[in-house]
């Protein structure tokens, strides 16, 4: 996986270089409707993880537009549905993880810790189900993005 850095401030900071920035899509809903010196936190990124997330599962974004303006409108109101039979074939530990990760409540919003200690990373690996399709999907993924970009 690749990160960008680049507009990184410590969560600490008591000011910000940049008040709100993200890709549309990716972005917490959050960021996208935070006014002028609103605090950013970690668990911001968590959604932007969860999108990711979604990417690899699904092999596509979940918010659909033709423009800017329709992804971020629908990524303000974190407008996206699964579809039921997809979901049910997949490891229920992984659809409960991204689900948690990409929930619109920053307050209800899984942390990076309790992400790390969720059962799909912690439970018996004898119990778990296979996470080959996930990591199957992490080439093709980056291809299809670069797909996407051109």
């Known amino acids: 996986m690749l990160a960008d850095f680049g507009l990184a401030t410590a969560e600490s900071a008591k000011s910000y270089i940049y008040v709100r920035c993200g890709t549309p899509g990716f972005a917490a809903p959050e960021i996208l409707l935070s006014k002028q010196g609103g605090s950013q936190k970690c668990i911001s990124d968590m959604f932007s993880v969860g999108i990711v997330v979604y990417f690899m599962i ?10 800017v303006a329709d992804i971020s409108r629908q990524n303000r109101k974190c407008d996206f ?8 074939k997949m490891d229920p530990f992984l659809v409960d993880l991204m689900l948690r990760m990409i929930d619109a409540d920053p307050e209800k919003r899984i942390t990076p810790e309790g992400a790390l200690q969720h059962l799909y990373f912690t439970r ?18 980056y291809r ?7």
């Open 58 to 67: 699904f092999r596509k974004l979940p918010y659909r537009g033709t423009n």
């Open 124 to 141: 018996n690996l004898s119990e778990q189900a296979t996470t080959k399709p996930l990591e199957e999907n992490i080439s093709e993924c």
């Open 81 to 88: 549905e699964f579809s039921d039979n997809i979901t049910d």
């Open 144 to 150: 299809e993005l670069n797909r996407m970009q051109r």
